[in-house]
């Protein structure tokens, strides 16, 4: 049986930023985490950076979204402010534990999200307008995973 992650931990991850960086070349192939923007070079090639399982993605774009999903080794995810109104790609990160969306003012459902069987939290900041998306499954004794959704009021739930 997995480990609940710890909420405080997983709440800095998530807030916590580095500066982003000008390329996926400039990476170390020891790094853990990462920043990223939609002018950040060679986003494809971030699957190839196997260590790193925690990712700040600020303003990509809509044709960004997908080649991050592609790095199916994420855990931890927060997404600034990627006015994308499709989610969906976001199914491929199967092994994705935290999700954090905030300023995502184009996502129009959360279609995809479901599928994310592994996630035990989800949430925005504390300040996060009511566009803010949140979610987060639990998973019954049987192993259903329940999802529940918020579109108002951010949180962070366990």
């Not at 989610?87 to 599928?115: D, H, I, V, W």
């Not at 499954?137 to 951010?154: I, K, M, N, Y």
Request: proline share 8%; aromatic share 2%; charged share 25%.
């Amino acid at each position: 049986m997995r480990s609940v992650p710890d909420i405080d931990e997983t709440i800095h991850l998530l807030a916590h930023t580095a500066p982003p960086i000008r390329s996926i070349d400039e990476l170390d192939e020891r790094a853990r985490a990462v920043h990223v923007t939609r002018k950040t070079a060679g986003l494809e090639r971030l699957p190839q950076r196997s260590a790193v399982h925690v990712l700040w993605a600020s303003h990509v774009g809509a044709r960004e979204l997908p080649l991050l999903c592609a790095a199916d080794q994420l855990t931890h995810l927060a997404i600034y402010g990627c006015p994308s109104p499709d989610l969906r790609p976001l199914r491929q990160l199967t092994r994705l534990e935290a999700l954090s969306l905030f300023l995502n003012t184009k996502a129009s459902s959360l279609e995809g999200l479901g599928e994310l069987h592994q996630i035990v939290l989800a949430g925005a900041p504390p300040r996060a307008r009511p566009a803010t998306l949140s979610l987060a499954l639990r998973h019954d004794v049987d192993g259903d995973a329940r999802g529940f959704a918020r579109a108002s009021r951010p949180a962070v739930t366990t």
